[in-house]
T-cell receptor, first 113, second 114 residues
C-alpha cells in the first residue's frame, strides 16, 4: 500500500506486481515532464518524459500518464523487480521560456522479493 | 564512461573553510545545472550555464556560493566560509539543449561541514 512517511511517501509492492507512482504538479503552464529514478548514493537517472500535447507515453516496462485537467502525472511500472527499488521524482518544465525543471517531493518504492 | 563525472565524491570540511566541487559534463552538452539535495528531498536548483555563460544563478543561497564554467565544459561550484547548513549532496547535470531535454546527472558530491 501507499503511506506518507516522515520524509517521503513510500510505496511497498511485491515482486512481479505493477506499481503506480503519482505526482501532482504545480503549474498549469508546465509543458514538459520527466520521471527520474534515484538509487541510494547515486544521481537521478532519466526514465521517461512526456510533453503536454500527449496524455500517454510508453517505454520499456514503464508508462507515463498525464492528466492536465487535474495537473496529475503518474508512472506505471509493469512487473516490478527488486532492482526497481529507489526514490522516484517527477520534474516539470514550465513553458514561457523557463528552462529550469522543478522537482517534486519524491516517492520511495520498495519492492519485496 | 561517457556520463557526468563529479569530484570529489565525498568532502568533509570544517566550518569556515572554502570548498570547490568539480563537474565534468557529457562532451558536447550545452547546458549545465547545479543542484543541492538535502536528505529526503528532491534536487533544488542552484544555477545554470549555457556554454560558458551563467544565465541564471537565482537559486544560489548566498553570496558565499559561486559557480563558473570558463571554457564551456568543466564547471566548478565554490562555497566560501562554509556553514553547517551547507551540508548536502551537490548534484551536477548536463543536457544537449537549453530546454525540453532530459538532464543527465552525476552521482554528486556529498559535503559534510563539521
Amino acid at each position: 500500500g501507499e503511506s506518507v512517511g516522515l520524509h517521503l511517501p513510500t510505496l511497498s509492492v511485491q515482486e512481479g506486481d505493477n506499481s503506480i507512482i503519482n505526482c501532482a504538479y504545480s503549474n498549469s503552464a508546465s509543458d514538459y515532464f520527466i520521471w527520474y529514478k534515484q538509487e541510494s548514493g547515486k544521481g537521478p537517472q532519466f526514465i521517461i518524459d512526456i510533453r503536454s500535447n500527449m496524455d500517454k507515453r510508453q517505454g520499456q516496462r514503464v508508462t507515463v500518464l498525464l492528466n492536465k485537467t487535474v495537473k496529475h502525472l503518474s508512472l506505471q511500472i509493469a512487473a516490478t523487480q527488486p532492482g526497481d527499488s529507489a526514490v522516484y521524482f517527477c520534474a516539470e518544465n514550465r513553458s514561457g521560456g523557463s528552462y529550469i525543471p522543478t522537482f517534486g517531493r519524491g516517492t520511495s518504492l520498495i519492492v519485496h522479493p | 564512461g561517457a556520463g557526468v563525472s563529479q569530484s570529489p565524491r565525498y568532502k568533509v570540511a570544517k566550518r569556515g573553510q572554502d570548498v570547490a566541487l568539480r563537474c565534468d559534463p557529457i562532451s558536447g552538452h550545452v547546458s549545465l545545472f547545479w543542484y543541492q539535495q538535502a536528505l529526503g528531498q528532491g534536487p533544488e536548483f542552484l544555477t545554470y550555464f549555457q556554454n560558458e555563460a551563467q544565465l541564471d544563478k537565482s537559486g544560489l543561497p548566498s553570496d558565499r556560493f559561486f559557480a563558473e564554467r570558463p571554457e564551456g565544459s568543466v564547471s566548478t561550484l565554490k562555497i566560501q566560509r562554509t556553514q553547517q547548513e551547507d551540508s548536502a549532496v551537490y548534484l551536477c547535470a548536463s543536457s544537449l539543449a537549453i530546454r525540453d531535454q532530459p538532464q543527465h546527472f552525476g552521482d554528486g558530491t556529498r559535503l559534510s561541514i563539521l
